[in-house]
């Protein structure tokens, strides 16, 4: 069983930037895939970036540019740099590992809102 923990979210103006962690209860091995996804309050949860356990990144088109992930391993954490952002941006946060032999394990989730 793995625990994931994420932190960083708040409020912004737009324009602004909020980096998000997930930190996992511990040490991983054999990730699958790492990701990142945000729901919005009336829509489906949808993916913002991944990244899997080879290196290889997506990102959902509307945060190219802007978003960025990466990952630590010596702190089984992953990260989420959010620039530019926009009120559409405004969700909940939620991070996802997968694992070669287990998962998906998630994350409680974290606000971000973006608003003047």
């Known amino acids: 069983q793995v625990q994931l923990v994420e932190s960083g979210g708040g409020w912004v103006q737009p324009g602004g930037s909020l980096r998000l962690s997930c930190a996992a209860s511990r040490t991983i091995f054999n990730i699958y895939t790492m990701g990142w996804y945000r729901q919005a309050p009336g829509k489906q949860r949808e993916l913002v970036a991944s990244?899997?356990?080879?290196?290889?990144?997506n990102y959902e088109d509307s945060v190219k540019g802007r978003f960025t992930i990466s990952r630590d391993n010596a702190k089984n954490t992953v990260y989420l740099q959010m620039n530019s952002l926009k009120p559409e941006d405004t969700a909940v946060y939620y991070c996802?590992?997968?694992?070669?032999?287990?998962?998906?394990?998630w994350g409680q989730g974290t606000q971000v809102t973006v608003s003047s």
């Open positions: 990244i899997t356990g080879n290196g290889i990144i």
């Open positions: 996802k590992v997968v694992l070669g032999a287990g998962g998906p394990y």
